[in-house]
């Protein structure tokens, strides 16, 4: 390589790092204008659509062929017209029939060629040349090499949130998202409340000034217990973990990433950064499986004098609730509908569609789980490029620093996490034993999960 093909790839490279940081930059470059109300072209904002836009016909292959996953395809194919499900992907046979027989009472036939299953039947599905679109719904802990082959093989992509696992992963999710933009591949991720009608228009009305500078925030997922399974005879320990993924950090990443993310996300994007460090705490009271935590609290430092507190729970029997809250020096927002002035007053309130009696329905006409692929769909169709996914990766680095200051009892900065070379799980995924031994983390000890 010359010396002048150096300078231009080192230029290239820094022009790419400075545009990755826009959709993160955005709202602090819209709080410090007070002449201008910015809309949503300048904010890089989503469409609110009816439905996609008619076009050439898109082929979708779905790996991971879950309940989520079974979602979004089912999403994907009602977004608009001429869009099919060609091709399904999983490590286990039984999925993929269970997958097969519900599209079946959609009279959406799956050729059984293009079903495939197993460790790398990813690759096999994404090098169909008919798949113009793939949907990643597995484990996080596949997401960053199926990414990374989805974009090797030319394909649009939707995957789900978390990103990642650890910040390796993280770094890989970001390279492949940049290869993905200079090949004008399109990449929507499942961070849905960035696509729902009612956040989108009050984050307007935040970057705008209706509350004033941003001063403090919160954050909370706290619900029931989900889903797990205990080990049935026959499963050998990979075939265990990956049916019962949900409670094991290598696997999902702990709830912290699974699902309050989403808060964590909001928090983000209204702040428009990134925090720069973690404090917290959690524990484990009453998960019956796995290695994961069932509670956790954190406290994010985004700088300049704003906390955030961050905190979720997984406990049956307790006062549950899910949302966000940034408090600002003119007023303060729930971030999904309506502005208080600092009295407790309503200043601003989100108007949402009203049924046939006229009384308003308090939800959005279609659902953000349908906006994302309608988004996605139009970008490809239109050529109105997005790429969501390291916005959505610096938000699961941010869960993932969380996880990590409640596990060690340490206090976690941004900078170490993200070069951080941690990497969760076995060198080789195979089913079969595992040699590994997953310990649940105790603060204040050497954690294996740090």
């Not at 484990?284 to 961050?310: C, K, N, P, V």
Request: hydrophobic share 40%; proline share 5%; net charge positive.
């Amino acid at each position: 390589m010359t010396d002048k093909s150096k300078n231009i790839n080192r230029r290239k490279f820094l022009e790419s790092t400075a545009m990755a940081g826009i959709g993160l930059m955005s709202a602090g470059a819209a709080l410090s204008s007070c002449n201008k109300k910015l809309g949503d072209k300048e904010l890089g904002l989503p469409p609110i659509l009816n439905a996609a836009p008619k076009g050439r016909p898109l082929n979708v292959g779905l790996v991971g062929v879950g309940n989520r996953g079974t979602g979004a395809a089912i999403n994907f194919i009602g977004a608009g017209p001429d869009l099919k499900l060609v091709a399904l992907a999983d490590v286990f046979q039984d999925k993929i029939d269970d997958c097969k027989k519900r599209f079946a009472g959609y009279k959406r036939a799956i050729p059984e060629e293009n079903c495939f299953v197993g460790f790398d039947a990813y690759k096999k599905l994404m090098a169909l040349k008919e798949v113009d679109v793939v949907i990643l719904a597995t484990p996080c802990q596949f997401r960053p090499i199926q990414f990374e082959e989805a974009i090797r093989q030319g394909k649009h992509v939707f995957m789900e949130k978390p990103m990642a696992v650890d910040p390796v992963g993280i770094r890989s999710i970001i390279s492949t998202a940049r290869k993905a933009k200079a090949l004008g591949l399109n990449v929507i991720t499942g961070t849905q409340r960035r696509h729902q009608q009612d956040y989108i228009e009050t984050y307007k009305q935040v970057i705008n000034g209706a509350i004033g500078k941003p001063v403090s925030a919160r954050a909370f997922w706290n619900q029931n217990h989900v889903w797990f399974r205990t080990r049935q005879e026959g499963w050998d320990d990979m075939t265990y973990m990956v049916r019962n993924w949900n409670s094991f950090c290598w696997m999902g990443g702990d709830f912290i990433l699974d699902t309050h993310v989403h808060n964590i996300d909001v928090i983000n994007w209204f702040l428009g950064k990134h925090p720069l460090s973690a404090v917290g705490y959690g524990g484990r009271a009453r998960r019956l499986t796995g290695d994961q935590y069932d509670f956790f609290s954190i406290d994010f430092d985004y700088g300049e004098g704003i906390f955030s507190h961050s905190m979720c729970r997984q406990i049956d029997n307790c006062a549950n609730g899910t949302g966000e809250f940034i408090m600002g020096t003119k007023g303060y927002t729930n971030c999904r509908n309506t502005i208080w002035n600092i009295d407790g007053s309503v200043k601003w309130k989100f108007e949402y569609p009203k049924d046939k009696n006229g009384i308003p329905m308090e939800s959005v006409s279609i659902p953000a789980y349908v906006q994302e692929q309608m988004h996605l769909v139009q970008s490809i169709r239109t050529d109105h490029y997005v790429n969501t996914a390291e916005d959505t990766a610096l938000s699961t680095l941010t869960a993932i620093m969380g996880r990590t200051a409640a596990y060690t009892g340490k206090k976690i900065m941004w900078d170490d996490i993200y070069k951080s070379g941690m990497k969760l799980g076995p060198k080789e995924l195979k089913f079969g034993p595992i040699d590994m031994e997953f310990p649940v983390p105790v603060p204040g000890t050497p954690c294996s999960i740090s």
